[in-house]
């Protein structure tokens, strides 16, 4: 296995490392395997509901780790690339991994102007650095792609069934759509949440929690809003997909959010067998 002395990074609770088979947090005296539920990564036969590829172990030196936020960013060359692709983040409290896309050839945290930032070198195109800021809807004037899709899920009935339409709570404006046994989304709805004002006293969108007068916040200003989308699907599985405005539009895509989603469920009508005497 190459030397990867640079695929390492120091937490609040210990340090984490890069091993032959997948990820690690040592305290000092044991070694803690975090990355299970990423496994096919590093072994193969990657899930159909993971659109990217296996860690390309041709190029595993590349490897870089960072700590910051209270979160682990890994950044890994995937597929066929020589270089970092793919930024794999850990979130230590909830043992979850997320994906994103950015080629990044390091990582550190700086602190760029009131507030660290996690600061990274390109790893591909020309000589310059990067960093991640929380809310930021533009990458050097482009728009920012944000999208996520769950599992497919049964709902603990394997039977088909119809989604009838959804309750979406959120902030800002999103795109959603429905995917039915391992299948891609047909349709997009768009959702604007909206921002609501917070006891306010109905003159002034800033004026939360205050006494009449302007810019007087004491809370962030908007609430999480519930939308009805009316969006039907029939399978056995169906899977969620959200994505920023900009993919159907182009244009700069507000912040957005979503906390919560229920299922309208079509009531089932299943066949029954009386059993008779005798039988």
């Known amino acids: 296995f190459p030397s990867h002395d640079k695929a390492l990074c ?9 091993a032959e088979d997948g990820f690690y947090r040592t305290n000092g005296r044991y070694s803690q395997k975090i990355s299970g539920n990423i496994d096919p990564l590093f072994y193969g036969d990657i899930p159909v509901l993971y659109g990217g590829q296996q860690i390309n172990f041709g190029s595993i030196d590349k490897v870089r780790l960072a700590y910051h936020n209270d979160q682990v960013f890994v950044s890994v ?35 760029v102007g ?22 930021r809807t533009t990458d050097n004037t482009s728009a920012i792609q944000s999208h996520i899709k769950t599992a497919f899920m049964d709902f603990g009935d394997t039977n088909h069934k119809t989604i009838r339409e959804s309750k979406v709570w959120g902030v800002g404006q999103v795109r959603f759509s429905l995917a039915n046994d391992f299948g891609t989304p047909n ?57 920023n405005a900009s993919y159907v539009t182009g244009s700069t895509p507000p912040a957005w959010a979503v906390s919560r989603i229920i299922h309208h469920v079509r009531e089932q ?4 067998v009386t059993t008779l005497d005798g039988e």
């Open 187 to 243: 349709k997009q709805s768009a959702v604007n949440f909206g921002a609501v004002p917070l006891w306010a006293d109905g003159t002034d969108a800033d004026d939360d929690w205050g006494d009449g007068t302007t810019s007087d916040l004491w809370s962030s200003g908007t609430a999480v809003r519930p939308k009805l989308v009316r969006q039907g699907v029939r399978g056995a599985y169906i899977s969620v997909e959200l994505r």
């Open 114 to 135: 009131s507030r660290p930032s996690l600061v990274f070198g390109y790893s591909t195109g020309d000589n310059v650095i990067g960093r991640l800021v929380e809310g």
């Open 77 to 111: 060359p995937t597929g066929s690339s020589s270089t970092n692709n793919r930024i794999l983040v850990y979130d230590p409290p909830g043992e979850w991994w997320t994906v994103g896309d950015i080629p990044a050839d390091a990582l550190t945290t700086f602190k």
């Open 269 to 272: 009508r299943l066949p029954q």
């Open 10 to 18: 120091v937490g609040p609770v210990g340090v984490y490392f890069m």
